[in-house]
């Protein structure tokens, strides 16, 4: 069947739910671009095997055992894993499986489900389950056990702070909000042990999406019954994912095994997999002792790693998208002065400025990174903003800022964040006090904060970075610099010309014709200064040769697991020391 | 000033402590490069013959950055002992000699402030007043003067008793001149060894503040900021955090060492 339209009014509210379920936009987007994506099998498309596909030579390794963590990851003791009753447990998705899952393209197909299928309309929605659908006890899961869960999460008396994101299911708001007390009443049922119907209260024809995400997933009702919150411990915890949770040393450690009566179980090469909570402080120490096998990494260790010989084969970047950039507020002084912004433009040695990130940034001439659709390379656009410091003070000429003097106090603002970016704000502020002779001193701020400020455009120059939500052009011009914005603008910056052509290429649908606009969009943004792009993002982590079977996505790039995606582990493999 | 000429460890903490004034008065020409000079080629070099202690993330020197991090704790130091002063003596004394009512309103403010931690209360400060230097000597003098007060005020409370004090009182000493010239005099002792002890304090708390990032604002360098950034690349980069690490403890032990002597050369009770 096809699947039904998604209108903009139910993308509004996908939005909503998504919003309720502790996603934000960001993440939002990204499934919406998922779902743009999705080709004529639509939400039946069949999800990637996960068996190892080994190369000449290989050989799987007898002790299928991974260890993975450090660097960022769980680098917190989880309150639970409970996700059906906790979204925010910090707990570890792997244990689970849902009726649907998302993708290395994020896009959602079935997982638990065989089969997903709606009337006309969309505002019925019928998932058949898989007749194998066991729980890790070795009884089946059923749609029985959805029905519960979903209906354990509306229940007023489980206070979900996300409870809302199931609101599309009819009567699931009036339950949520004690209007109504019989369960029944709300639209989630199991016809029979295999098939969940699901009644909405209008056409949906996003909501498999919603049963593709963490807050969708189900719980053990007999467990929950006899252990209460205790339920999801080591030894107590009866789960239907790819693994099971052997042991749980609270703040040290996690041991995951293999879950046989999982229903993709036969491609699951992993026997056991061993999660140390470690700070984010220890960096890829715990990595380098063979501690680990797998790690995020940060900025102190990437350039000693690659350089070392036994190391350097290990390391390898992920996809992470994303432009460091400077906003001069066009409101404040000195920065309303259009020459002083093109000066400041040319005095940024890109060059030298990236080195200080030690790998975490490449230098940047545009705002979209190379490789992502409405990368744009030529010349005319390099040159606009390029660094040549005699231009930089050619500008300052007929300002009161001639030679470089007179400078009024200047503060760059920075949000508190990792991955080298004080060090990148420290070399830009060293550049500028070297090719324009200009002070400037460095605050930074914690997120919130900051945040508060940046939308009121309260701060004069603004060290920046903009994370790509999901590779059209559209996301990195149109939320970020779009001048009829009316909340959430990050600058005071405006010009009609640039908004003439973000509108055009949002409105177009010739692919073409689209990237012409915003080619034009940035160079506008660029002469006009409303910008500087510095540096675009690298982010690192770090596997054993003998890990193997990280998905990639559609640009080629190793995707790890995130707060979307979580179906990395059961991809992994060991091979043989060669 | 003999008792302390013999203490040893006091005068070479002296000695230390003059020489770390000496370098943050002279910072301007003692430091080889301009603090804020980088060198993009060279980052995060171990120490050479160009750059004795290496350079730092942004290729800039070592040194340099720590001879101007000298001014920076120097002044924390001193600056914040002067607000200290300023505030805990006048309450101490005030609140010594008046007694009665003001005496518990004040003692209760004393307790009061006594009771909040006191890095906690400097970041909460900083937090609503914004890094820089001038909000440092402000937060750690606005929490800093609860001790001083305590001593001089029970101090004021022992010597208001003294016979000396009511000759003055009997031959007509107003309420300032019996406080400034009879009693505040006689109790300065207490309140030299707590400058003394204070000031390394106060150096420390800036380092602390400026380690977890709401201290001196970048560019301009301090100690407690060097170590901060570079602790993270211990490992990579080992002398990023370690030379200014060990500014710091000298500087600490230079200013204990000496306040100790101080101490004990003021002691009636060692002679």
Excluded at chain 1, 113 to 142: H, L, Q, Y
Excluded at chain 1, 209 to 223: D, G, I, W
Excluded at chain 1, 401 to 426: C, D, Q, V
Excluded at chain 1, 436 to 446: A, G, Q, S
Aim: charged share 20%; with cysteine; glycine share 8%.
């Amino acid at each position: 069947m096809s699947r039904p339209r998604i209108t903009d009014a139910q993308m509004d509210l996908l939005a909503e739910r998504l919003s309720a379920g502790g996603l934000g936009r960001r993440q939002f987007l990204q499934i919406a671009a998922g779902l743009a994506a999705m080709g004529a099998a639509g939400f039946n498309a069949r999800p990637a095997a996960a068996a190892p596909k080994l190369a000449a030579g290989e050989k799987l390794a007898k002790d299928q055992h991974l260890r993975i963590g450090g660097g960022g990851w769980w680098q917190n003791d989880p309150s639970s894993h409970d996700f059906n009753k906790d979204l925010y447990c910090n707990g570890v998705p792997a244990l689970w499986a849902g009726l649907m899952k998302f993708n290395a393209d994020f896009q959602p197909v079935p997982n638990v489900a065989e089969k997903v299928s709606s009337n006309a309309d969309g505002s019925m929605w019928t998932f058949t389950i898989r007749k194998d659908s066991k729980w890790s006890d070795g009884s089946p899961c059923t749609a029985k056990d959805f029905e519960w869960s979903w209906k354990r999460q509306m229940d007023p008396a489980s206070k979900n702070p996300y409870s809302s994101y199931f609101y599309d299911i009819k009567g699931a708001e009036a339950f949520n909000k004690s209007k109504v007390t019989d369960a029944s009443q709300v639209g989630v049922r199991a016809k029979d042990d295999w098939t969940l119907e699901v009644t909405l209260e209008g056409p949906r024809g996003y909501f498999p999406v919603l049963s593709a995400y963490l807050a969708a997933l189900p719980a053990h009702r007999p467990s929950v019954e006899k252990h209460g919150d205790k339920w999801t411990e080591a030894g107590n915890l009866i789960c239907n994912g790819p693994f099971t949770l052997e042991s749980w040393e609270h703040n040290k450690v996690m041991v995951l095994r293999k879950n046989k009566h999982f229903i993709g179980a036969k491609d699951v090469t992993l026997d056991k997999v061993t999660i140390p909570i470690v700070p984010v402080q220890t960096g890829a120490l715990p990595y380098e002792n063979n501690e680990l096998d797998m790690t995020s990494l940060q900025t102190g260790d990437l350039r000693r790693m690659r350089e070392d010989p036994r190391m350097k084969g290990q390391v390898f970047r992920y996809p992470f998208p994303g432009t460091w950039y400077l906003t001069p507020q066009v409101t404040k002084p000195p920065f309303d002065n259009v020459k002083v912004r093109r000066a400041v433009a040319h005095a940024i040695d890109r060059e030298n400025v990236v080195r200080v990130a030690d790998g975490f940034a490449v230098p940047a001439h545009a705002m979209i990174p190379p490789g992502f659709p409405g990368a744009v390379d030529d010349k005319k656009i390099r040159d606009i903003q390029r660094f040549d410091p005699k231009a930089a003070m050619a500008q300052l000429k007929g300002t009161p800022f001639e030679g470089g003097k007179n400078w009024p106090k200047i503060t760059l603002t920075m949000r508190e964040e990792g991955y080298g970016s004080k060090p990148l704000a420290e070399a830009v502020q060293s550049v500028l006090l070297e090719h324009l002779n200009m002070k400037t001193e460095l605050e930074v701020l914690e997120q919130r904060v900051f945040r508060a400020g940046l939308w009121k455009n309260d701060y004069q120059l603004v060290w920046i970075r903009w994370f790509m939500d999901y590779p059209d052009p559209h996301n990195e011009y149109f939320d970020t610099f779009y001048g009829k914005k009316t909340e959430g603008k990050r600058q005071a910056w405006v010009n009609d010309a640039f908004d003439k052509e973000l509108e055009a290429g949002r409105d177009t649908r010739d692919t073409k014709k689209r990237l012409v606009n915003y080619a034009k969009a940035e160079e506008i943004l660029q002469t006009d200064a409303g910008y500087i792009p510095v540096a675009w993002v690298a982010r690192w982590a770090a596997a054993k040769p003998t890990v193997r079977g990280l998905e990639k996505n559609k640009l080629g790039e190793n995707v790890v697991e995130g707060n979307i995606y979580f179906d990395m582990l059961p991809h992994l493999y060991i091979v043989e020391k060669a | 000033m003999r008792r302390l000429r013999r203490n040893k460890l006091a005068m070479a903490g002296g000695v230390v402590i003059v020489l770390l004034c000496l370098v943050a008065i002279f910072a301007d020409a003692l430091a080889p490069l301009p603090y804020t000079k980088t060198n993009f080629g060279r980052l995060n070099e171990g120490p050479t013959r160009t750059y004795p202690l290496g350079t730092d993330q942004l290729g800039r020197d070592l040194l340099s950055r720590m001879i101007y991090g000298a001014r920076v704790s120097m002044l924390v130091g001193l600056g914040a002992q002067l607000i200290v002063v300023s505030i805990g003596v006048p309450i101490g004394a005030l609140s010594g000699y008046l007694g009665g009512r003001a005496d518990i309103v004040l003692t209760r403010i004393i307790d009061v402030m006594y009771a909040f931690p006191r890095l906690l209360f400097v970041i909460l400060v900083m937090s609503m007043l914004g890094a820089g230097l001038m909000n440092i000597f402000i937060a750690i003098g606005l929490t800093g003067w609860v001790g001083i007060a305590r001593q001089v005020r029970a101090q004021v409370l022992a010597l208001k008793e003294k016979e000396f004090v009511d000759a003055a009182r009997g031959l007509g000493a107003g309420f300032t001149r019996l406080l400034g010239r009879h009693i505040l005099p006689n109790a300065l002792t207490p309140i030299v060894v707590a400058v003394t002890f204070g000031i390394p304090e106060a150096i420390f708390t800036e380092a602390a503040l400026s380690f977890i990032g709401v201290g001196i604002n970048p560019p301009t360098p301090s100690w407690g900021q060097m170590v901060g950034e570079g602790q993270q690349f211990i490992r990579s980069y080992w002398h990023l955090c370690v030379f200014p690490s060990i500014a710091i403890a000298i500087t600490m032990l230079a200013f204990t060492f000496f306040g100790d002597g101080v101490r004990d050369a003021l002691d009636p009770k060692l002679k």
